[in-house]
């Protein structure tokens, strides 16, 4: 049997692990409800049962390392979990050193839509290319930037927070105290709000149809627009426009070879990919405008192939490609591992 | 006498060239006007020619290679100059290739802002930092990125058009077609535009007593603001503001150690200072309000310098800091040196 990489995704709602084959196929898969509001043992006791589910799942698998997609912010080269928001009692958690102490194995953090990218880099859709701007639209917008092989990590790990990059004076407040940001006026949410104004409970609209008069979701934008509503496909219409605005920065600033769109939202691309490349074709300087903008196509399992990826390139368990263009750092989390092996 | 580069700077109004030692210091140079509408042939006579004057200065010089910073659109690692809107009839010029050829050199070309970059990072304003965002604000807006030590390229060496960064629905259309360009609300041209709508000819207003009654620059509004005019402060004020949330965008995108600004507007920096750190405090995540924003060092010299350092990396001649992370390319590059070099 070829080497296996356990690889975790750690969401706030969810927790979900996997042993994963270097060519990217799954071979088990297990999850649990996170226990977001529990502190930070809890959910790593949740992490060491999982992988012990998983291992028993498949005995004879030589397991190469960890590698755990998590929210951010988090520094990956330390290995530290830094606060994130959807994880209640999570202060500078060293999950590196803790996990490779229990363990024994090499182990390799990312930020989750660091994780995704790299996982629709080497197996999704951007397989092949050099270079990637990952984008998940959901209830925020967050990002990943592959490039030369490597994400593209910036100081502590920060680079590529797309969803607070400003691109209009207009909007709702984002929760992050700016106006304009990315993720407050093309998010999921966004959408959603928008639908929810444009709508009025009991008005018989089919988008407060499939809502049950509650708040419009982008779910709902989506399902209506399917259906031809004229309503919902306006509000794609707008949606598309701000994507395209923001998509349209990601290729004047990163310049890659092609922008892959995940999360939520991404079960509308259908609908929304003519009018983003519209604005796209309108708005981006000509060398850019042959860049593809595609559909993600790993789904909710981008993070999790991606973290098993931190650990399986180019069949080298332990050689993370995150890292591979740091050797300082790399020598420290060698060093880090060994102290994980030893016996006392 | 250690190795040098001959490094020049292209540009639409001056050719410059240096003779550069490896830890940055100029031992020769030499400039000309730029034969902008007399096509590439005629210019690349002027580099010749100029190459000449500064060999015959320091004649017993060792010339390990050739950095040249042209502008943009070009294709650092093909080495061609696509279209660059200020030099009339150059159109996707070999110009690796043909200096290649004439001087049996290796040859390095990189985009004037990248070089710009490359020049600060190593010997100005980012001396020892990891990674730095160069932003040039004059007439337009231009910038590069230096990350884990290389110039952050993308496709076909197109990243960090920041000057088409959307981060406003409002103000003037840019050149480029779309509205809200952070350079057509932040560059000098802008805030010249901005100086000569607020004052007319006649007012009496300070604006105007500097620019004679025409039209009012950016350099007019700095030289009145430092003088103490009420409106130019106002203008200083709104500059800063439109800069702030660029310079915020490039924090949340890219995470550089350090943000480095330069061109002509930067002989305001100290106006400007401390009204781009308001905005940057109130705008960025938290994580990323510490990185310092500091005034270039270099001034008109740093493309030139940063052209002699795509040779003079580490003392390694012909080693190309902008392409090391690219085995391939490098490789493609040594074979057109090695064509360069053979007596054919």
């Not at 830094?82 to 229990?102: C, E, K, R, S, Y």
């Not at 600033?253 to 003519?274: C, H, K, Q, T």
């Amino acid at each position: 049997m070829s080497k296996l990489a356990l690889a975790f995704d750690l969401g706030g709602t969810a927790l979900r692990g996997a042993l994963v084959e270097s060519d990217g196929s799954v071979v088990a898969h297990a999850s649990a409800p996170t226990m977001a509001g529990a502190g930070s043992e809890a959910v790593i006791g949740q992490i060491i049962a999982l992988a012990g589910d998983l291992i028993a799942q498949s005995p004879q698998a030589e397991i190469a390392g960890i590698g755990v997609g998590a929210p951010g912010p988090l520094d990956p080269k330390a290995g530290i979990v830094i606060a994130p928001p959807t994880l209640a009692g999570w202060h500078d958690v060293p999950l590196i050193d803790i996990l490779g102490q229990h363990f024994g194995l090499p182990v390799r953090l990312e930020n989750d839509a660091n994780a995704a990218a790299l996982g629709e880099w080497r197996f999704g859709a951007g397989r092949g290319s050099g270079s990637l701007v990952f984008v998940t639209v959901s209830t925020g917008i967050g990002g990943g930037v592959v490039a030369d092989g490597h994400i593209y990590h910036g100081r502590r790990g920060l680079a590529a927070e797309i969803g607070h990059m400003t691109i209009t004076g207009e909007g709702d407040r984002c929760f992050c105290g700016a106006v304009g940001c990315f993720e407050a006026v093309a998010s999921g949410t966004a959408l959603g709000r928008r639908a929810t104004r444009l709508t009025a409970a009991g008005d018989g609209s089919q988008l407060r149809r499939l809502s049950n008069d509650g708040d419009v979701s982008a779910r709902h934008v989506v399902e209506a627009a399917q259906a031809g509503d004229a309503n919902a496909l306006e509000l794609i219409e707008a949606e598309a426009r701000w994507l395209g605005i923001g998509f349209t920065n990601l290729l004047h600033l990163y310049s890659p070879d092609l922008i892959v769109m995940g999360g939520g939202l991404s079960n509308g691309f259908d609908l929304l990919a003519l009018s983003i490349a519209a604005v796209v074709q309108q708005r981006a300087m000509p060398a850019y405008r042959d860049v593809p903008i595609v559909r993600a196509e790993l789904g909710d399992r981008a993070g999790l192939i991606g973290a098993a990826s931190l650990i399986l390139w180019e069949g080298e368990p332990g050689l993370a490609l995150a890292m591979a263009q740091d050797d300082k750092d790399s020598g420290a989390t060698a060093d880090a591992r060994e102290r994980g092996r030893s016996p006392d």
